[in-house]
């Protein structure tokens, strides 16, 4: 559905935008743009209900998913880019929808956004260049009290990680601490001929739903540190790759009623959460 203000025939095509603004595709920023303007009202549709939501979309670009999104009913857009060709361009978009479109230019690693809204939760939505985005992914679980859902384009590698169940060779450390937050679901398959120009890989939408448990940051870190543990040696038994954190790895496997001859691929997501429960009283102990 349109919103407000001038009508889209009137905004010039993404190709037109690309030339204009001499948006040439730059590897070292991950480019690899979506300039189909019903892929990305397709990306939008995952992401539900935007009805005066706060959006946050990361890396831009031209503006493709960025256009969809303002067409919408949301409220705000906030866009953060780093290549400043691209914010010329988007500034230039913004022109277009009066108060909605607010472009940063900035690296999303080191900017947060939620210092800036500390209101409302944020709808996260982004076809990220792939090496940012683990990285930024974890930041976002860490907050994920102020997110109200994220819906990601990652390398289908990662989105096997990120929905891999227990007893799967993908199954690590991305898939448990996503997973204990969210509802992680793997959407749109997308092949590299959507993109300009097309990377190597295959990729998919993932959406994260939170499941409103919000955990202390002391507690999420205990995740990550029995996580690394278990699967840092994930062929071993978690008897013996857990010793690196406990004294007894076997005692306090045995007090959380997991077999301490299984191996970390076979451990439920709650299973993990027990072993850091105790990992922090084990600290608090010491
Ligand atoms: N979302 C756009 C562009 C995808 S390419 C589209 O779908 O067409 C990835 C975009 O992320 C590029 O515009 C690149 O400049 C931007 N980018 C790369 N690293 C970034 C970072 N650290 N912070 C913000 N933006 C970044």
Same mark, same amino acid.
């Given at each position: 559905?349109?919103?407000?203000?001038?009508?889209?025939?009137?905004?010039?095509?993404? /190709?037109? !935008?690309? +030339?204009?603004?001499? $948006? &040439?595709?730059?590897?070292?920023?991950?480019? @690899?743009?979506?300039?189909?303007?019903?892929?990305?009202?397709?990306?939008?549709?995952?992401?539900?209900?935007?009805?005066?939501?706060?959006?946050?979309?990361?890396?831009?670009?031209?503006?493709?998913?960025?256009?969809?999104?303002?067409?919408?009913?949301?409220?705000?857009?906030?866009?953060?880019?780093?290549?400043? /060709?691209? !914010?010329? +361009?988007?500034?230039? $978009? &913004?022109?277009?929808?009066?108060?909605?479109? @607010?472009?940063?230019?900035?690296?999303?690693?080191?900017?947060?956004?939620?210092?800036?809204?500390?209101?409302?939760?944020?709808?996260?939505?982004?076809?990220?260049?792939?090496?940012?985005?683990?990285?930024?992914?974890?930041?976002?679980?860490?907050?994920?009290?102020?997110?109200?859902?994220?819906?990601?384009?990652?390398?289908?590698?990662? +989105?096997?990680?990120?929905?891999?169940?227990?007893?799967?060779?993908?199954?690590?450390?991305?898939?448990?601490?996503?997973?204990?937050?969210?509802?992680?679901?793997?959407?749109?398959?997308?092949?590299?001929?959507?993109?300009?120009?097309?990377?190597?890989?295959?990729?998919?939408?993932?959406?994260?739903?939170?499941?409103?448990?919000?955990?202390?940051?002391?507690?999420?870190?205990?995740?990550?540190?029995?996580?690394? +543990?278990?699967?840092?040696?994930?062929?071993?038994?978690?008897?013996?790759?857990?010793?690196?954190?406990?004294?007894?790895?076997?005692?306090?496997?045995?007090?959380?009623?997991?077999?301490?001859?299984?191996?970390?691929?076979?451990?439920?997501?709650?299973?993990?959460?027990?072993?850091?429960?105790?990992?922090?009283?084990?600290?608090?102990?010491?």
């Amino acid at each position: 559905m349109l919103h407000k203000n001038k009508r889209p025939y009137q905004l010039p095509a993404l /190709r037109d !935008v690309i +030339a204009k603004f001499d $948006l &040439s595709a730059k590897q070292c920023l991950g480019q @690899n743009f979506l300039l189909d303007m019903n892929l990305t009202r397709r990306i939008v549709r995952e992401v539900g209900n935007l009805k005066n939501q706060v959006v946050l979309e990361i890396g831009p670009g031209p503006g493709g998913l960025t256009r969809a999104l303002l067409e919408t009913e949301a409220k705000m857009v906030f866009a953060i880019e780093r290549d400043p /060709r691209c !914010v010329a +361009a988007l500034s230039h $978009l &913004s022109g277009y929808f009066p108060g909605r479109l @607010n472009v940063i230019e900035a690296d999303a690693l080191n900017f947060d956004l939620f210092e800036v809204i500390n209101k409302s939760k944020i709808t996260i939505v982004a076809n990220l260049p792939y090496n940012i985005s683990l990285p930024l992914l974890m930041s976002y679980l860490k907050k994920i009290n102020k997110i109200k859902s994220m819906t990601l384009m990652f390398q289908k590698e990662v +989105a096997d990680r990120l929905t891999a169940k227990p007893g799967t060779k993908t199954y690590g450390r991305i898939s448990v601490i996503a997973q204990w937050l969210c509802i992680v679901e793997k959407k749109l398959s997308i092949p590299p001929k959507a993109f300009v120009p097309p990377p190597k890989v295959h990729s998919n939408i993932v959406k994260f739903t939170p499941n409103f448990l919000h955990p202390d940051p002391i507690l999420f870190q205990a995740m990550e540190t029995v996580t690394a +543990a278990a699967f840092g040696q994930r062929r071993k038994m978690l008897k013996s790759s857990l010793k690196s954190i406990f004294h007894n790895p076997i005692d306090i496997l045995n007090s959380a009623k997991i077999d301490p001859s299984d191996r970390a691929e076979r451990l439920k997501v709650d299973d993990f959460f027990k072993i850091s429960e105790l990992y922090l009283n084990s600290k608090t102990i010491l």
